[in-house]
C-alpha cells in the first residue's frame, strides 16, 4: 500500500512538472506575444518596442525645440525688440530635460492581442545649430529672409517597464547622435521652413540577467508653413502648421539566452498646429524679455510600429492624437545674445509628459 502511495505521489508531481514546462515553454512560432497553451507577452520584445518609441518621441521634441529656435531668432519679432539676428552668422544651443508616464502599448499579432504593462521614460537631448543669414550676407533682406543651418546634437532614453504578471520588468537605454540641417525662407511675416534630422545610435536591453544590444537608425523630415500677426506693438500671434514623417529601424540581434530578436522598425506621419502668443517687454537694464505661452497639437496617421521574435511579427500601438502646452521666456540681453527657458507639458490618451527647456542663442 505503501508502495501504491508513493507511485501515485511520483507520477503526480511528474504530471505537474510535465505541464508546467509546457505553461513557460515558448512555442516554436515565438513573438512578443507567446502563445503555447495560454497567452503571455515576451518582456524583451516589449520593452525594445517601449524604447523605439522613447527614443523617436525624444529626438522629435529636440528637433522641434530646434525649429521653435529658427522661427524665434529669425522671423520678425514685434516691434519694441530689436532685430532678431543683427549678425549673418548665429548659434543656438538647447538641452531639454523630461519624463513620460504611458499608460502601456496594446500588442497584437496573429495569436491575440495584448494590453501592455505600464512603462516611464527619462529623457535628455541637447544640440547646437549654426544659422546663416544668407538674406543679411548678400543684401535683399530688406522684404526677403532666407537662413540656411546644420545642427548636431545628442539624445538618450532610459525606459523602465513594470513587472506582470509572473514576468519580471526590465530596462533599456537609447543613446544616439544627431545632425541635419534646415532652410527657412521668410517674407515679411510669412515664413516656410523644412528640417531635416538624422539619429543613430544603440539600445540595451536588460532584463532578469538576459541582455541584448542592437543598433538603431532614424530619420524625420518636418515642414512648416506660418505667419506672425502683430496684435498689438508688444503682443503677436504665431499661426504655424505643418507635416511631420519619421521612419526608425532597430537591427536585429540575439540576446544572452541566444534569443533571436528579428528588426523592428517605427514610421509615421502626422500633422501638425503649433499657435504661439509672444509679448516684448523692455526692462529698466535695456534688457527685452519676451514671455510666450504656445500649444502643439499632433494628429498621427499611417502608424506602424512592429518587432519580431524567431521570425512572427507583433504590432504596438497606442493613441494617436496629442496634445502639448508650453510657457517660458525669450530674454534678449545683448544685441547678439538672447537666453531662453521652457516648461512643457503633454498628453495623450495613453501616456503624459512634463519637459524643461533650457537654450542660447549667440550672433557673430
Not at 505537474?16 to 502563445?35: Q, V, Y
Not at 522613447?54 to 519679432?77: E, F, K, Q, R, W
Not at 538576459?210 to 506672425?228: E, F, K, L, M, N
Not at 506693438?233 to 540576446?255: E, K
Request: net charge negative; hydrophobic share 40%.
Amino acid at each position: 500500500m505503501k508502495a501504491g502511495n508513493w507511485l501515485l505521489r511520483l507520477c503526480t508531481a511528474s504530471a505537474f512538472s510535465i505541464g508546467t514546462g509546457l505553461i513557460f515553454m515558448p512555442s516554436t512560432a515565438n513573438a512578443c506575444i507567446l502563445d503555447s497553451e495560454g497567452t503571455f507577452l515576451d518582456t524583451s520584445c516589449y520593452i525594445g518596442g517601449a524604447a523605439n518609441s522613447a527614443i523617436v518621441d525624444t529626438s522629435l521634441d529636440a528637433l522641434g525645440n530646434i525649429v521653435d529656435d529658427i522661427v524665434d531668432a529669425d522671423v520678425s519679432p514685434a516691434k519694441i525688440a530689436p532685430p532678431g539676428q543683427a549678425a549673418p552668422f548665429g548659434v543656438f544651443a538647447s538641452g531639454q530635460l523630461a519624463h513620460t508616464e504611458h499608460d502601456g502599448f496594446t500588442v497584437s499579432n496573429s495569436f491575440d492581442t495584448f494590453d501592455g504593462p505600464h512603462f516611464d521614460v527619462d529623457e535628455f537631448s541637447a544640440a547646437v545649430s549654426v544659422d546663416f543669414n544668407a538674406a543679411k550676407h548678400f543684401g535683399f533682406d530688406n522684404e526677403h529672409g532666407l537662413n540656411l543651418g546644420l545642427f548636431g546634437g545628442y539624445a538618450s532614453a532610459d525606459v523602465g517597464v513594470d513587472a506582470f504578471g509572473f514576468f519580471d520588468g526590465g530596462e533599456a537605454t537609447n543613446r544616439s547622435g544627431m545632425f541635419g540641417g534646415y532652410g527657412l525662407y521668410r517674407h515679411g511675416t510669412s515664413y516656410v521652413l523644412v528640417a531635416a534630422s538624422a539619429f543613430l545610435g544603440n539600445t540595451d536591453v536588460d532584463r532578469s540577467g538576459t541582455s541584448g544590444s542592437y543598433d538603431t537608425q532614424g530619420y524625420a523630415v518636418t515642414g512648416s508653413v506660418g505667419r506672425i500677426f502683430s496684435l498689438t506693438d508688444r503682443v503677436r500671434l504665431d499661426l504655424r502648421g505643418g507635416l511631420l514623417g519619421v521612419t526608425f529601424t532597430g537591427d536585429a540581434y540575439t540576446d544572452s539566452s541566444d534569443t533571436d530578436f528579428g528588426k523592428s522598425r517605427l514610421s509615421f506621419g502626422a500633422v501638425k498646429f503649433d499657435p504661439g502668443i509672444y509679448a516684448d517687454f523692455q526692462l529698466g537694464n535695456g534688457m527685452v524679455i519676451s514671455p510666450y505661452a504656445r500649444a502643439d497639437i499632433q494628429q498621427r496617421f499611417g502608424y506602424s510600429n512592429t518587432a519580431s521574435v524567431e521570425g512572427v511579427e507583433s504590432e504596438f500601438d497606442d493613441a494617436d492624437l496629442s496634445v502639448a502646452l508650453s510657457s517660458g521666456f525669450n530674454l534678449k540681453m545683448t544685441q547678439a545674445t538672447t537666453l531662453s527657458s521652457e516648461i512643457r507639458g503633454k498628453w495623450s490618451e495613453d501616456s503624459s509628459t512634463i519637459s524643461g527647456k533650457l537654450g542660447l542663442k549667440i550672433a557673430f
